[in-house]
T-cell receptor, first 109, second 113 residues
Framework: KNEVEQSPQNLTAQEGEFITINCSYS?????LHWLQQHPGGGIVSLFM?????KKHGRLIATINIQEKHSSLHITASHPRDSAVYIC???????????WGLGTSLAVNP | EPEVTQTPSHQVTQMGQEVILRCVPI?????FYWYRQILGQKVEFLVS????????KSEIFDDQFSVERPDGSNFTLKIRSTKLEDSAMYFC???????????FGPGTRLLVL
């Protein structure tokens, strides 16, 4: 069983839709990353959070430490949001990043 | 904006050859990492490096792998004798502090024939 599980694995949306991607983890963590991987392979960190909620533009990330669960929301989705979104957690000692499989998002115009 | 750079962007090598992948982290960062992503699979942690020594390594990071920060700016990953299964995209990353965001290089795509 993976230590970091994401759902859904694949997601297709129409432009303008509200999107939610979920992440559950089974290990003790010091923080959680949401990252975006572009079709060319490049990886960009979107959020790092250890509690509560963070917002950046149309992206919102939440985490519930007690339930070991995080969500990434995209409001008013746009075709340029099409990418793989990856949840990754810093293991408790903060030395190792454990990655989920990613959610492949396609937003159609 | 400062960025992590990696060279080469692509490398093709024969099985059994040594390869060195190079990374230049952001200049004031203190923590350095290598990850790999086999085509179609998830990103995997290889090694973390701080204060001129390895702080954590994965089961993948066996005796064939080594890392070095030779001159205070470069951070290298060496694979001594490449195997077919080493074919992957290798990402370098760095961050200033343990509670800080990690920045990723563009990756080196390694193909072992």
């Amino acid at each position: 069983k993976n230590e970091v599980e994401q759902s859904p694995q694949n997601l297709t949306a129409q432009e303008g839709e509200f999107i939610t991607i979920n992440c559950s983890y089974s290990v003790g963590i010091s923080a959680l990353h949401w990252l975006q991987q572009h079709p060319g392979g490049g990886i960009v960190s979107l959020f790092m959070l250890s509690s509560g909620k963070k917002k950046h533009g149309r992206l919102i990330a939440t985490i519930n430490i007690q339930e070991k669960h995080s969500s990434l929301h995209i409001t008013a989705s746009h075709p340029r949001d099409s990418a793989v979104y990856i949840c990754a957690v810093w293991a408790g000692n903060n030395r190792k990043l454990i990655w989920g499989l990613g959610t492949s998002l396609a937003v159609n115009p | 904006e400062p960025e992590v750079t990696q060279t080469p962007s692509h490398q093709v090598t024969q099985m059994g050859q040594e390869v060195i992948l190079r990374c230049v982290p952001i200049s004031n960062h203190l923590y350095f990492y290598w990850y790999r992503q086999i085509l179609g699979q998830k990103v995997e942690f290889l090694v973390s490096f701080y204060n001129n020594e390895i702080s954590e390594k994965s089961e993948i990071f066996d005796d064939q792998f080594s890392v070095e920060r030779p001159d205070g700016s470069n951070f290298t990953l060496k694979i001594r004798s490449t195997k077919l299964e080493d074919s992957a995209m290798y990402f370098c990353a760095s961050r200033y502090g343990r509670g800080e965001t990690q920045y990723f290089g563009p990756g080196t795509r390694l193909l072992v024939l």
